[in-house]
């Protein structure tokens, strides 16, 4: 079992950053693939991006493409999503998620655990 805690949401103007953070416990959880999600309100939950285990790739979606960074420290079990010139459709629950090795890290059906989300809102 792995456990994932996400933190860091909040209420942000546009244009503004946040980084959320997602601490894992639990069984070898820094040898899982993580990726983050978002589900903005009265839709469904997206993929916004991902990190092998390793930290040496990473894959974005869409138009958090160049705004958005993820990246991890094994050391401390954490990843993070920093989120830089936000835009109000970011709005939304941010969750984490782990995946085994040799998923295709793309597909929401690859992550085993997942995190209760975080808050994020942009006002205008």
């Known amino acids: 079992q792995v456990q994932l805690v996400e933190s860091g949401g909040g209420l942000v103007q546009a244009g503004g950053s946040l980084r959320l953070s997602c601490a894992a416990s639990?069984?070898?959880?820094?040898?899982?693939?993580m990726g983050w999600f978002r589900q903005a309100p009265g839709k469904e939950r997206d993929l916004v991006g991902y990190?092998?285990?390793?930290?040496?790739?990473?894959g974005y979606v869409g138009a958090e493409r160049g705004r958005f960074t993820i990246s991890r420290d094994n050391a401390k079990n954490t990843v993070y999503l920093q989120m830089n010139s936000l835009k109000p459709e970011d709005t939304g629950v941010y969750y984490c998620?782990?995946?085994?090795?040799?998923?295709?890290?793309?597909?929401?059906?690859?992550?085993?655990?997942w995190g209760q989300g975080t808050q994020v809102t942009v006002s205008s």
């Open positions: 639990g069984r070898t959880s820094s040898t899982y693939a």
């Open positions: 998620a782990a995946a085994r090795p040799f998923r295709i890290l793309a597909l929401s059906s690859a992550y085993d655990y």
């Open positions: 990190i092998t285990w390793t930290g040496s790739k990473e």
